[in-house]
């Protein structure tokens, strides 16, 4: 995993975490490797990636048991409700980028075309 500068590796490492259980690799109740064998795969520190476990478990996508590790959440909704949301957010990015473009290159349809599949994306939402 290569990381950029610009975000602190932890929240790197929880993101990473958290796409590889929306792509159904970690599945709802199951177990996740434990934090030194993902410090070995990630190679990062064992802090590291404590951190980004503590910050799934923050957001309720990961819980602890006590002397078992971690688990993903059998809380179905709560991981739908994190996929719709970061299709929301893909989409609000994707969107701002096309609004960008066209304004600086002072394409009014493109704007208005942006802004009512954006709109339309809302309402099927």
């Given amino acids: 995993m290569e990381f950029s500068s610009n975000q602190p590796i932890y929240l790197q490492v929880a ?12 599945q709802a109740g199951h177990k996740i490797p434990g934090v030194r064998d993902l410090a070995v795969t990630l190679i990062v520190s064992t802090r590291t990636v404590q ?3 503590n910050q ?8 602890t048991k006590r002397g ?35 304004e600086v290159n002072e394409i009014p349809e493109l704007v208005a075309h942006a802004i009512a599949a954006y709109d339309a994306q809302n309402r099927e939402a």
Avoid: P, R
């Fill in 56 to 63: 799934l478990v923050a957001n309720d996508l990961i819980v």
């Fill in 68 to 102: 078992q590790g971690n688990f993903v959440t059998e809380d179905l909704t709560k991981i739908n409700v994190i996929k719709a949301d970061k299709k929301i957010a893909i989409t609000q990015k994707y969107i701002d980028n096309v609004m960008h473009v066209a």
């Fill in 15 to 26: 993101t990473w975490l958290e796409q590889q259980i929306m792509e159904g690799k970690y």
């Fill in 51 to 53: 951190n980004a476990i």
